[in-house]
């Protein structure tokens, strides 16, 4: 009866055992090294997602940043635009402010220099004329005139047909006495019936005397006021710079003076001032 050597397969299994405890001794670092590799990319995995997000929220808050600014730059463009039209407002406002002052000045002016009644320059307009004519005169080597009217009867008009038709035929009086002058010259009405003729420049006495035949001509035709035909007529004098007079007062005063002469040599006449007239006046 032959032994049965049963240590051949115990050797085998002993080898197999040792085998696989060798595998399991060689498999289990590269396993842990591949699970850490595994957890170490989950974690930069999970790293990415985090800067995503964070990346995600910068760029959120960099648009609603975007859209702030926006806002309070379309909210100052709205209230730069709100002040420009106040602005603009208020630049209109000041100059039609200024513009109405500027026109109330005008019209102070005009009622300070103005007749009421004809619009013609009243006398402290034609004294400050006739000084600065006398002044321009003076150093061009001329002549200043001036013509002092008085209407005839003018009152006799007055009392028949009262003080509103006496008006008219002032104002009638003066569109006729303008269109007979030139643009240089002035027309004043010194009160009541009373107007001045300033004639600057002039080189002689003709020039003056002729003026006054102009006057007088103009004068003759009648005026139709309010359906009557009104026939007025002047007395006039004329006193020249320097020949008669070296002021501006001494001038209209000689005038005046010359007017009186015509008026009481029969009226609807010119008369030139002469030293004797003042002679004559005192001794009446």
Not at 118 to 138: K, M, V
Not at 244 to 264: C, E, G, I, P, S
Request: glycine share 6%; charged share 30%.
């Amino acid at each position: 009866m032959s032994n049965i050597d049963r240590t051949g397969p115990k050797g085998a299994t002993g080898r197999k055992r040792e085998a696989n405890e060798s595998d399991r001794a060689t498999s289990t670092p590269a396993m842990l090294a591949a699970r850490e590799a595994a957890v170490l990319a989950r974690e930069q995995a999970a790293d990415l997602r985090e800067e995503a997000a964070d990346l995600r929220d910068q760029v959120a808050d960099q648009r609603e940043e975007v859209i702030r600014t926006a806002e309070r730059r379309a909210h100052g463009d709205t209230q730069l635009l709100e002040a420009n039209e106040h602005l603009v407002v208020a630049a209109i406002r000041s100059q039609t402010m200024a513009e109405v002052a500027k026109h109330a000045a005008v019209q102070m002016s005009l009622k300070a220099e103005r007749d009421f009644l004809t619009g013609l320059p009243n006398r402290a307009l034609l004294a400050d004329r006739l000084a600065q004519s006398i002044t321009l005169a003076r150093r061009h080597g001329k002549r200043v005139a001036l013509l002092y009217l008085d209407l005839d009867n003018f009152k006799d008009i007055n009392d028949s047909l009262g003080h509103s038709v006496g008006d008219q035929v002032l104002q009638s009086t003066a569109k006729r006495l303008e269109g007979c002058v030139r643009h240089s010259d002035t027309v004043s009405r010194q009160g009541g019936d009373e107007f001045v003729v300033l004639l600057s420049e002039v080189e002689a006495m003709q020039d003056a005397a002729g003026a006054a035949e102009k006057l007088v001509k103009a004068m003759a035709e009648p005026h139709l006021i309010v359906g009557h035909r009104l026939t007025v007529t002047l007395s006039i004098g004329i006193s020249l710079y320097p020949d008669d007079a070296m002021d501006a007062d001494a001038v209209l005063r000689n005038a005046d003076t010359a007017m009186y002469h015509a008026k009481r040599n029969g009226r609807n006449s010119y008369k030139r001032f002469t030293p004797e007239m003042n002679a004559h006046l005192v001794a009446t």
